[in-house]
């Protein structure tokens, strides 16, 4: 059973930078997919960013493109998310979540980190 750890949230200024983090605890991952997600107070969770650890695809909402980059780094199983030009909407608490490729659903979900940009 893979179990996910995020770090990296905090407050920030809008335009600042946070990078987000998610360490893996199974050791082979190459068969899932990993994703960023978000909700907000009062909001449904919604998708931020995807990657196939395998060949390191990305998908991205159209509402963080240019501004965040999802990506891993193998060697430490641990997963990025790089935000950049933050924005006050973008505050939420955010997830990292994990899927194995050919399953739609996400079906692993870390504890979450409060992300908090302030105007």
């Known amino acids: 059973q893979v179990q996910l750890v995020e770090s990296g949230g905090g407050l920030v200024q809008a335009g600042g930078s946070l990078r987000l983090s998610c360490v893996v605890s199974q050791r082979s991952v190459s068969r899932y997919v990993m994703g960023w997600f978000r909700q907000a107070p009062g909001k449904e969770r919604e998708f931020v960013a995807s990657i196939t650890w395998s060949t390191a695809y990305t998908v991205y909402a159209d509402s963080v493109k240019g501004r965040f980059t999802i990506s891993r780094e193998t060697a430490k199983n641990t997963l990025y998310l790089q935000m950049d030009s933050l924005k006050p909407e973008d505050t939420a608490v955010y997830y990292c979540?994990?899927?194995?490729?050919?399953?739609?659903?996400?079906?692993?979900w870390g504890q979450g980190t409060q992300v908090t940009v302030s105007s």
């Open positions: 979540a994990a899927r194995r490729l050919g399953v739609l659903s996400y079906d692993t």
